[in-house]
DNA sequence: CTCTTTCATTACGAATACCATAAACGATAA
DNA sequence: TTATCGTTTATGGTATTCGTAATGAAAGAG
């Protein structure tokens, strides 16, 4: 990954993430060793130790829930699902980010146009 | 602000407007104290002890310039502007809000559909 | 049964970022 | 002179981020 990627991951993508947490929690449980990986592919590089602390965050937000089966060990898999406080944050989020995107990005119904 | 809104402007939303302030330092020097009452209107609170840092910061990633005219005291204006790492930043920025959207709103266009 | 790999989390310490508040400075208005 | 406004810098406590290492159960190889 170059400098600028990772410059970058920190600053801004970061936040952009975790809105794409969220949204997985919401449409199942999520487990944070398959999020580790699902989010490499899309190209984004996190570090266990910056994804396990984020996700008990949130639990804390009461953003998440987890549960998990401890009769198969303290590592067995934690699974994330969204609450609704969290439904109420995503939407938000969700909304912010469309925002952002109608800001930022010329659209042609826009006044000042043609 | 309540609360969620607190926890979102540090988790979430904090990356949001980092990318506004690179899009509007791309269409005219920016200052640090006219963005803080840009963001403020947009809703978003924050304080100078986080944007000053952060317009620092940027300027040593290299995303924006800064101009100060010295003559008028240490204190006077800095002109922030972005640069062209700036501006690709920026792109790939948008790029991924624009997926971050597309993602986590059910498209009609998309497969699955109907 | 032992060894290795895989799935998964926790632990930890250093570096960085965030935040509220205070201090500073010049200009302008009262 | 004093107060206010626009603007940045300073500061210190707290919270995040990150890389890496440790831990543990389960599954497969031999």
Sequence with gaps: MNDRQKLMQREIL?????????HH???????GHWMLQEL???????SPGTLYPL???????GWLSSEQDLKKGPKSPKRYLLTNEG??????????ARELCRETTPSDTE???Q
Excluded: C, S, T
Aim: charged share 30%; net charge positive; no cysteine.
């Design 87 to 96: 439904r109420q944050v995503l939407a938000l989020a969700k909304q912010q």
């Design 55 to 61: 996700l008990k965050r949130m639990e804390k937000n």
């Design 25 to 31: 929690a919401g449409e199942g449980p999520v487990v």
């Design 111 to 113: 006044d000042g146009e």
């Design 40 to 46: 490499r592919h899309h190209g984004y590089d996190v």
């Design 14 to 22: 970061l936040g952009f993430w975790k809105v794409h947490i969220l």
